[in-house]
């Protein structure tokens, strides 16, 4: 079983960054896809990124294209999550998910095996 924790969230300005970490344990490879999710108060959750196992491809919201980066580093068994150019609109828990596939990502969050607990964004105006 895959276990995922997510750190890195945090209180920024508008227009600042912050990179999201999603540790993975559990398994000694990293043949899993992952996605970042958001879920804002009172609102449901949606896809941000997903990447394959290997990195290279990668997908995104039209919400955060252009100002999200994901990105993952097999060795350490870690994805990223780059945020930059922070709108109000980006406060949310930011929620990493996992399916053991290769080569194959999805946005659908019912595609995901494994979730992590989330970490709090908070873009203040």
């Known amino acids: 079983q895959l276990q995922l924790v997510e750190s890195g969230g945090g209180l920024v300005q508008a227009g600042g960054s912050l990179r999201l970490s999603c540790a993975a344990s559990?398994?000694?490879?990293?043949?899993?896809?992952l996605c970042w999710f958001r879920q804002a108060p009172g609102k449901e959750r949606e896809s941000v990124a997903a990447?394959?196992?290997?990195?290279?491809?990668?997908i995104y919201a039209a919400a955060v294209k252009g100002r999200f980066t994901i990105s993952r580093d097999n060795a350490k068994n870690t994805v990223y999550l780059q945020m930059t150019s922070l709108k109000p609109e980006d406060t949310a828990n930011y929620y990493c998910a996992a399916r053991e596939i290769t080569a194959a990502f999805s946005m659908s969050p019912k595609w995901y095996e494994y979730w992590g607990q989330g970490t709090q964004v908070i873009v203040s105006s």
């Open positions: 990447i394959t196992s290997s990195g290279i491809n990668t």
């Open positions: 559990g398994r000694t490879s990293s043949n899993y896809s």
